[in-house]
């Protein structure tokens, strides 16, 4: 029987058929690993107080908008401001659906979708003629229009007052508390992860990133360039409604002040901080933009009996802080959190040797 010396670690993981190597999760461990976190995200409410499991649902929410935007910017190379619209989209589609005509929510969350998707495909037309920053300002337009379309269409959306929306119901029982609405939400993330992580291994998937690697080229491959960059807008705007429909339906009101360009360029810092083109990183991001402001301000309350001046500095500087924290991820690791965990992963792998 040949023992395993222990201080040596695996270099790497090797596959032997095409089924193996196209399976996600091919390696037991790996299989254990995702059982593992499911079992603590499904035990999470259990065992936290609603403040945590509540600040669990904001991070939820952020995840499916930033996978979208990352479908759209990471992997297919458009680049988007206008994320915060297109949640607005969803979240007033929502409100309006079961507010204003009395739907259900399970009617309106797919409809919020849906109409996020046509409306993103319409401001996806000029990705044909425009690149870079030309096709940021495009998007930047989606984002102005629709804020002005929310004010000032009093009739339909109530202008700055907002909507109030009713809870959600499920099977007669009301989904009103946070640890109802973190199953919820835990489901439709795990099915929005799942989906993206199949999505890059299918064809479409595949011509997605030929467009961003080299558009021309992969024109010249008989790629079509119009569909699949309209395919991208519409998938994103898809995940940006669900992301706001949960968020006004978890929420309960929505109103234009919760869908600024601050909102945009918050999903965009977080698919930047957590790397782009990677669906992991899409989460590491959400997460981490999500619990920075709350990680400082606890930092600030926790200094403050001791540094007064230094605590009410910190509460100052945080918006400065999310800058600070941009610029540094941009010079020092621009593959952002995904790329610092693989780091991590692979020293260990290669270790006692350091390649």
Avoid at 220 to 239: C, D, M, P
Wanted: glycine letters at 10%; aromatic letters at 12%; a neutral charge.
């Amino acid at each position: 029987m040949q023992v395993r010396n222990p201080l040596v670690m695996d270099c790497g993981i090797f596959t032997a058929s095409y089924e193996d190597d196209m399976a996600i999760l091919f390696h037991p461990a790996a299989r254990l690993k995702v059982l593992f976190i499911l079992i603590v995200l499904a035990a999470f409410p259990l065992v936290a107080n609603p403040y945590y499991v509540g600040l669990a649902n904001l991070v939820g929410i952020a995840v499916i908008g930033a996978l979208g935007l990352n479908i759209l910017t990471g992997f297919t190379g458009q680049i988007s401001i206008g994320q915060g619209a297109f949640m607005a989209v969803g979240a007033y589609t929502t409100g309006i659906l079961m507010a204003k005509l009395g739907l259900s929510f399970w009617l309106a969350l797919p409809a919020a979708g849906i109409v996020a998707a046509m409306v993103g495909a319409v401001f996806g037309i000029p990705s044909l003629r425009l690149k870079g920053l030309y096709l940021a300002i495009a998007t930047l337009a989606a984002q102005v229009i629709i804020e002005f379309i929310i004010i000032h269409w009093v009739g339909l959306t109530n202008g700055p007052a907002g909507i109030v929306l009713p809870a959600p119901v499920l099977f007669g029982y009301s989904l009103e508390s946070d640890t109802a609405f973190y199953y919820l939400i835990l489901a439709l993330c795990l099915a929005a992860v799942v989906f993206a992580l199949n999505l890059f291994r299918t064809r479409p998937g595949r011509a997605l990133m030929a467009v961003r690697d080299r558009d021309l080229a992969a024109a010249v491959a008989g790629i079509n360039l119009f569909r699949y960059k309209l395919t991208a807008f519409a998938l994103a705007s898809f995940y940006a409604g669900i992301s706001g429909a949960l968020w006004g339906a978890y929420m309960r009101v929505i109103s234009p002040e919760h869908f600024t360009i601050a909102v945009s360029i918050l999903y965009l810092a977080m698919i930047i901080i957590g790397g782009l083109g990677s669906v992991m990183g899409s989460i590491y991001g959400a997460c981490f933009m999500t619990l920075l402001p709350i990680i400082l301000r606890e930092a600030a309350d926790g200094i403050s009996p001791f540094f007064p001046q230094i605590g009410n500095t910190i509460l100052a500087l945080q918006e400065a802080v999310f800058g600070l924290i941009i610029i540094i991820f941009l010079i020092f690791e621009p593959e952002g959190l995904a790329k610092l965990w693989k780091n991590v992963k692979d020293y260990f792998k290669l270790w006692p040797f350091s390649y």
